[in-house]
């Protein structure tokens, strides 16, 4: 079954650091691009970071220089650091497979995580 | 960055109703645009992705139209799975933005 599993997320201090993780079952991060949205408490979905197009990395400017996509190979996963948290870093946060069609260079996110929660408070 | 505002912000509809979902984007995305369902502490789902094509299990029901700036997501006849709310995404240019959602509503 193709399928992203969440882990990594819970309570952080501002200005501190937290990870996540979507670990992949069914393929192969190493074959994929992958992206990054969060959805803060009331709020609608928020692309925060990318790898895509050769594997190169893209970020929303709120988060550029804070957030770090990468992924592990050797452990089929897809990773996403927060640095210096703020408290609208609150969210859910999920991962996706994307998909680049070859001829159009479409995106589109087709396997979702259930998403890990991040929660910034002093 | 492409704005994407979408209208109405939520709607109350019956079951078996046809509701139109608006999309605008403030430049020309060409046909660079995916609609997404989601439901309350789920993941999101993909239903149409460029150039109208039906994401895995979609349902023949949701239809999506549109170019340029202007784009629609019609579900024929509302079950009662369809409600949720319901977001567009343009793929155009990085960074991807949303529109800020549709709630679908039980009548």
């Known amino acids: 079954e193709v399928r992203l599993v969440n882990s990594g997320g819970g309570l952080g201090r501002p200005g501190g650091s937290l990870s996540i993780s979507c670990a992949a079952t069914?393929?192969?991060?190493?074959?994929?691009?992958f992206t990054w949205v969060r959805q803060a408490p009331g709020m609608g979905l928020e692309w925060v970071a990318g790898?895509?197009?050769?594997?190169?990395?893209f970020y929303a400017d709120s988060v550029r220089g804070r957030f770090t996509i990468s992924r592990d190979i050797s452990r089929n996963t897809v990773h996403l650091q927060i640095k210096g948290l703020r408290d609208d870093d609150t969210a859910i946060y999920y991962c996706?497979?994307?998909?680049?069609?070859?001829?159009?260079?479409?995106?589109?996110?087709?396997?979702w995580g259930e998403g890990s929660t991040v929660f910034v408070s002093s | 960055d492409i704005q994407m505002t979408q209208s109405p912000s939520s709607l109350s509809a019956s079951l078996g109703d046809r509701i139109t979902i608006t999309c605008r984007a403030n430049?020309?995305?060409?046909?660079?645009l995916n609609w997404y369902q989601h439901k309350p502490g789920k993941a999101p789902k993909l239903l149409i992705s460029?150039?109208?094509t039906m994401g895995s299990g979609v349902p023949m029901r949701f239809r999506g139209s549109g170019s340029g700036t202007d784009f629609t997501l019609t579900i024929t006849s509302l079950q009662a799975e369809d409600f949720a709310t319901y977001y567009c995404?343009?793929?155009?240019?990085?960074?991807?933005?949303f529109g800020q959602g549709t709630k679908v509503e039980i009548k």
């Open positions: 995404q343009q793929n155009f240019h990085t960074p991807w933005t």
């Open positions: 069914g393929f192969t991060v190493s074959d994929n691009y």
């Open positions: 790898i895509y197009r050769g594997y190169n990395t």
């Open positions: 996706a497979r994307t998909v680049m069609t070859p001829e159009d260079y479409y995106y589109y996110m087709d396997v």
């Open positions: 430049q020309s995305i060409s046909n660079y």
């Open positions: 460029p150039p109208f």
